[in-house]
């Protein structure tokens, strides 16, 4: 059963890049036709989806966070990665990492299962 | 970018109550409209994909309706661990968007 864990400093300073890993466990990266994407929360305020990638390095993001976001995978460690540069409070949430499940082609119409627990990611100085 | 409108923002309803949330998207998503359950600290969980398929191991009081531009999302008997937010969200299209969540709480 694949398990994810987001990781990554709790603290951020404005301006800097906001850094972030997510570990798969269970299972290879590789395995099926999965996308894996990074989805973030403010507190108190519903879902964004920040962007995903395929294991064959396929990337889309979001149109609203495209110029300050760049995702990575590194197959030798199971993991994906997040930066997002110039970050400001408004970028202040709790970021998950999640699979994206299919049942066919997988590029589109697909459902978020599992996800990670979350991390929650301050931006202050 | 495809909005999704849920309502209603929050509810209160009773244990053993029907419980219906509705999703209506701004344009049509045929059947590609998931739910997904998250309580206070959690991450979120899928219950619902592809408008109506139950996820293994999500109980039966929970179903889903629904194609085009309008879903629903029903609660057939409230049971007290229902507690939590729901959201829907569309893949038909990227990106991939959400409602803004139905609060569901005991009366």
């Known amino acids: 059963q694949v398990q994810l864990q987001e990781s990554g400093p709790g603290l951020v300073k404005p301006s800097q890049t906001l850094s972030l890993t997510c570990t798969v466990s269970?299972?290879?990266?590789?395995?099926?036709?999965?996308?894996w994407s990074w989805i973030r929360q403010p507190a108190g305020k519903g879902l964004e989806w920040i962007g995903r990638?395929?294991?064959?390095?396929?990337?889309n993001y979001n149109p609203s966070l495209r110029s300050r976001v760049t995702i990575s995978v590194d197959t030798s460690k199971n993991q994906f990665s997040l930066k997002l540069s110039s970050v400001t409070a408004a970028d202040t949430a709790v970021y998950y990492c999640?699979?994206?499940?299919?049942?066919?082609?997988?590029?589109?119409?697909?459902?978020?299962?599992?996800w990670g627990q979350g991390t929650l990611v301050t931006v202050s100085s | 970018d495809i909005q999704m409108t849920q309502s209603p923002s929050s509810l209160s309803a009773s244990v053993g109550d029907r419980v219906t949330i509705t999703c209506q998207a701004s344009q049509d998503i045929s059947k590609y409209l998931n739910w997904y359950q998250q309580k206070p600290g959690k991450a979120p969980k899928l219950l619902i994909y592809?408008?109506?398929n139950l996820e293994t191991g999500v109980p039966s009081r929970f179903s889903g309706s629904g194609s085009g531009t309008d879903f629903a999302f029903t609660i057939s008997s409230l049971q007290p661990e229902d507690i939590a937010t729901y959201y829907c969200q569309q893949y038909d299209n990227l990106p991939p968007t959400f409602g803004g969540g139905t609060k569901v709480e005991i009366k």
């Open positions: 592809d408008a109506s």
């Open positions: 269970g299972g290879s990266i590789y395995s099926g036709s999965s996308y």
């Open positions: 990638i395929y294991t064959s390095g396929s990337i």
């Open positions: 999640a699979r994206e499940a299919c049942s066919a082609s997988c590029y589109l119409r697909n459902w978020f299962d599992p």
